[in-house]
């Protein structure tokens, strides 16, 4: 609520100081909204090292959260950038995790640079001629279009 009220102009110091103590007193899985705090930019810097945490212990859909959160926070493309890129090497070796590689891609085309390494694996996972989707029906030509895109994007960054 503290979030949704700053986003309509409410005040700013208020909203952040009630999200970074939700997020420093969550005891887990979910810490919280601590994908909110990259919101608040550099103004959440107070809270960076609980958001590192959450990225370095947190489930794979939080710790990619937390690392967007981070890199907007610091403005540092790493750690954040190497926990995103962890999610792109699984599909390039065939594996089928597609929500969480998508996620990776757009917390990557944030962050706005791409290892050589990502890059590699990305066009090995461009190159293949497989079904970007878990889906067996229409949804899997519309998924595999959207993750193809994403590819493509981060693959222009420099």
């Known amino acids: 609520m503290a979030w949704a009220a700053w986003r309509l102009g409410g005040d700013r110091d208020a909203a952040l100081e009630l999200l970074g103590e939700a997020v420093l007193t969550e005891k887990g899985p979910l810490y919280g909204p601590v994908g909110l705090l990259g919101d608040f930019g550099p103004a959440a810097a107070s809270h960076a090292d609980r958001v590192r945490h959450v990225?370095?212990?947190?489930?794979?859909?939080?710790?990619?959260?937390?690392?967007?959160?981070?890199?907007?926070?610091?403005?540092?493309?790493?750690?954040?950038?190497s926990v995103a890129e962890e999610y792109l090497l699984p599909i390039a070796d065939g594996g089928d995790a597609y929500g969480y590689f998508f996620e990776a891609l757009r917390a990557l085309a944030r962050i706005g640079t791409v290892s050589p390494a990502a890059r590699a694996a990305l066009r090995t996972v461009q190159g293949s001629d497989r079904r970007l989707s878990t889906y067996r029906d229409y949804q899997a030509f519309l998924q595999d279009e959207e993750i193809r895109s994403a590819i493509d994007d981060v693959l222009a960054l420099p």
């Open 55 to 81: 990225m370095e212990h947190g489930d794979s859909w939080l710790r990619l959260r937390a690392a967007v959160a981070l890199w907007s926070i610091t403005g540092e493309p790493e750690p954040s950038g």
